[in-house]
């Protein structure tokens, strides 16, 4: 699966609401305390905890999707630097096809690297 901004857009939007509710459990957990209402108190926490978890796990699922993201934009600007040689030269390549067909590239490509490395 690949993903993309959207997609982490989406989970850190998922993540606002985790934070949001757990800030409201937060509230009415307090709340409870300060009248003495353990019902209210039980089920707040229990709110929190839920809320905690769900933070966590959107936090940990952004992290790696971000890392996935970067990953691929790194790879899609190699990718694309070989596509845009390829197609700048494509000309050059389809009239001299036979030279790569030929396994004559690598002996071009040792005698370029030695001119190369004599290169005033």
Do not use: P, W
């Given at each position: 699966?690949?993903?993309?901004?959207?997609?982490?857009?989406i989970i850190q939007s998922?993540?606002?609401?985790?934070?949001?509710e757990k800030n409201m459990?937060?509230?009415?957990?307090?709340?409870?305390?300060?009248?003495?209402?353990?019902?209210?108190?039980?089920?707040?926490?229990?709110?929190?905890?839920?809320?905690?978890?769900?933070?966590?796990?959107?936090?940990?699922?952004?992290?790696?999707?971000?890392?996935?993201?970067?990953?691929?934009?790194?790879?899609?600007?190699?990718?694309?630097?070989?596509?845009?040689?390829?197609?700048?030269?494509?000309?050059?390549?389809?009239?001299?096809f036979d030279v790569i067909?030929?396994?004559?590239?690598?002996?071009?490509?040792?005698?370029?690297?030695?001119?190369?490395?004599?290169?005033?």
């Amino acid at each position: 699966m690949i993903y993309s901004r959207q997609d982490l857009n989406i989970i850190q939007s998922d993540l606002k609401a985790c934070t949001v509710e757990k800030n409201m459990a937060d509230k009415a957990y307090f709340d409870g305390l300060n009248t003495y209402n353990q019902t209210d108190m039980d089920t707040a926490l229990q709110t929190v905890v839920q809320n905690d978890t769900c933070i966590s796990q959107k936090r940990i699922e952004y992290n790696a999707k971000l890392a996935i993201v970067n990953k691929l934009a790194v790879y899609l600007g190699f990718l694309q630097d070989k596509y845009n040689i390829i197609f700048a030269k494509q000309d050059l390549i389809v009239n001299h096809f036979d030279v790569i067909k030929n396994d004559i590239l690598a002996q071009l490509n040792e005698i370029n690297q030695v001119l190369n490395r004599y290169n005033f």
